[in-house]
C-alpha cells in the first residue's frame, strides 16, 4: 500500500492514517511478533518484542459447570485411552401438547398404544468419539422435584425410581443422518434422526391413569410425573464410545424432542421439552482417569510433578467437566519494573497441541476459551468484565488446523493488568485455557504442547515511551 499526502494535511492527520494503517495492515498479517515488522520501523518508536516471559502450564480439575441453560445437552459415553471414560447423562421434565393448560386422551375410553422418547440430534456432525459403537442408555423415573427457577449443576446425582417397573434400557448405535418414515392411521409424518426409545409398559398406565384421574392439567401433570433420568451405562472398551449432541428444546422447528405417546390405533401426541418451561440439565461423570491427568506446580522450579516425575512435556484439556489448565506469567511485571512508561501494542498466548494428538477419531477443539483466574484458580471474569469482556470475535482461540495450535489475543487484559499494578494492585492471579461449556458445547479435548521451545509461549509487542 502507498499513501500519498499534499502538503498541508497536518500533523493530526498524518499520525490518524498512519494509525489506520497500522490497524488494518496488522489484522492481514501473521502476528507472530505482533505487529512488530510494522510499528517497529518508526525508530522513534523505540517498539520491541519479546516471547522469553516464563509460561507455567499445568492441569487441574475442571470448576464445577451450571448445565441447566444449555444451548444443547449431551448424552452418551466414550473411553478416551488418554482422558479415560466420560459419561453424560440428562435429567429432564416434560409439559402438556402444545403448551396447554390441559389435554385427554378421551378418559376411561382412550386405548394407550406406546409410549415413545424421543431424543433429536442437534446436526448431523454432533458429536464427538467413535460413533460406531453400541451405546447403552437407561431411562429412569425420577422422584426428585425439579424447580426451572433452581441452578443445577453437572455434579448433582438425581433421585430415581431404580426398580424394573419404570426401568426402560435401549442399545444401539447413534445414527445421526437417517430420518425414520412412519405411517399414522392414513397420513405419514418423517422425524429427524434421533435416538428413539420404547418406554417400558408401565408408562402406558401411567399416562392413561393420569387422563383419567384428570392430571393432564398445567397444576397436576408435573407433580404426577416429575420427569426422567436419561443415563448412560455403556463401558466403551479403550479408544470406543462417543458423546451425542441433542436439542432438546421442542418448538415450531422441533416437534418431537420429548415423550410420542401413540393413542386410539391413530393418534399420536408429544409431550415436549419446551424451552423456557422446563427444568433439564447435565450430569457429568469420569471414571478410570489415568494418574498423571492432574498436575502438582512446584513454586521452585516451576516443574510440574506426575506421581513423583517431572512433567515438562504437556497439559491437558478436556470438555464436559474434565481438566482445564492453569496458566500462570510470573514474570508479567519485569518489563513494568523495568520501564515504567511501557506501552502495550501486541500481546498473543500461542498454545500448540502435541504432534498427533489429534489423530482418529479425537479432534481438537474448534474453540478454547481463555479465561482470567481468582485468587484460588477458579475461573472469573471479574476484570475483563471491566474492559467489556474480550470478546471471542477479539480474543481469539478458534483452532488453526494448518499451524495445529490455538492463538489468543489479550493486549487490552496484559495492559489493564499493568495499569493496576502502577495504582498498587497486583491481580496477577493467572488464567484458565478451558473447553467451551456452551456455545459451542463441547466433549472434546486437546493434549497442548508445553515443551520448553516449542510449547505454549508469550509474545509480546510494546513501545518504550520516554
Known amino acids: 500500500m502507498i499513501l500519498y499526502f499534499k502538503d498541508k494535511i497536518n500533523k493530526l492527520s498524518f499520525l490518524g492514517l498512519l494509525l489506520l494503517f497500522i490497524t488494518q495492515t496488522s489484522c492481514k498479517k501473521d502476528i507472530d511478533t505482533a505487529g512488530y515488522d510494522i510499528i517497529g520501523q518508526g ?22 459447570l451450571a448445565t441447566h441453560r444449555q444451548s444443547y445437552y449431551m448424552l452418551g459415553a466414550m473411553n478416551d485411552l488418554d482422558f479415560g471414560t466420560t459419561k453424560a447423562h440428562v435429567i429432564t421434565e416434560f409439559n402438556l401438547p402444545g403448551g396447554a393448560s390441559s389435554f385427554t386422551f378421551g378418559g376411561v375410553n382412550a386405548k394407550i398404544d406406546s409410549v415413545v422418547l424421543q431424543l433429536p440430534f442437534a446436526t448431523s456432525k454432533s458429536y464427538y468419539g467413535n460413533t460406531g459403537t453400541t451405546q447403552e442408555i437407561q431411562v429412569f423415573r425420577l422422584t426428585d422435584t425439579l424447580s426451572f427457577d433452581s441452578v443445577y449443576y453437572c455434579t448433582r446425582v438425581p433421585k430415581f425410581i431404580d426398580d424394573l417397573n419404570f426401568t426402560t434400557v435401549w442399545s444401539n448405535k447413534f445414527n445421526f443422518t437417517d430420518s425414520l418414515t412412519f405411517k399414522l392411521g392414513s397420513k405419514s409424518e418423517t422425524i429427524v434422526p434421533h435416538v428413539r426409545i420404547k418406554m417400558n409398559d408401565n408408562y402406558k398406565d401411567l399416562f392413561k391413569t393420569l387422563d383419567v384421574n384428570n392430571k393432564l392439567n398445567s397444576i397436576d401433570f408435573k407433580k404426577q410425573f416429575n420427569g426422567i433420568y436419561i443415563k448412560s451405562a455403556a463401558e466403551p472398551l479403550s479408544n470406543e464410545g462417543a458423546i451425542g449432541y441433542f436439542n432438546l428444546y421442542a418448538n415450531s422447528t422441533n416437534t418431537q424432542a420429548g415423550i410420542a405417546v401413540y393413542y386410539n390405533d391413530s393418534l399420536k401426541v408429544v409431550f415436549p421439552i419446551n424451552y423456557g418451561a422446563e427444568s433439564r440439565y447435565n450430569q457429568f461423570e469420569h471414571t478410570n482417569i489415568p494418574a498423571n491427568r492432574i498436575q502438582v506446580l512446584l513454586p521452585k522450579d516451576s516443574t510440574k510433578i506426575v506421581n513423583g516425575i517431572p512433567d515438562t512435556v504437556s497439559a491437558y484439556l478436556q470438555g464436559a467437566f474434565g481438566t482445564k489448565i492453569r496458566l500462570n506469567l510470573p514474570t508479567i511485571f519485569e518489563l513494568l519494573k523495568k520501564h515504567p512508561n511501557v506501552l502495550i501494542n501486541g500481546a498473543e498466548l500461542v498454545v500448540p497441541i502435541a504432534s498427533g494428538s489429534d489423530a482418529g477419531n479425537y479432534n481438537a477443539p474448534s474453540q478454547l476459551f481463555l479465561t482470567s483466574s481468582d485468587s484460588l484458580g477458579r ?34 487484559t496484559i495492559a489493564y493488568l499493568y495499569d493496576q499494578y502502577k495504582q498498587g494492585r497486583n491481580i496477577n492471579y493467572g488464567f484458565n485455557i478451558v473447553v467451551p461449556a456452551d456455545n459451542p458445547v463441547s466433549a472434546a479435548r486437546a493434549i497442548i504442547n508445553t515443551k520448553k521451545g516449542s510449547g505454549i509461549k508469550l509474545n509480546l509487542t510494546y513501545t518504550v515511551t520516554k
Open 43 to 64: 525508530k522513534d518508536l523505540n517498539v520491541k518484542y519479546t516471547d522469553t516471559f516464563l509460561v507455567e502450564a499445568y492441569t487441574v480439575q475442571m470448576d464445577t
Open 379 to 412: 475461573n472469573s471474569y471479574l476484570y475483563q468484565k471491566d474492559l467489556l469482556l474480550e470478546a471471542v470475535n477479539y480474543s481469539g482461540g478458534g483452532f488453526l488446523g494448518g499451524r495445529k495450535e490455538y492463538r489468543f489475543n489479550f493486549a487490552r
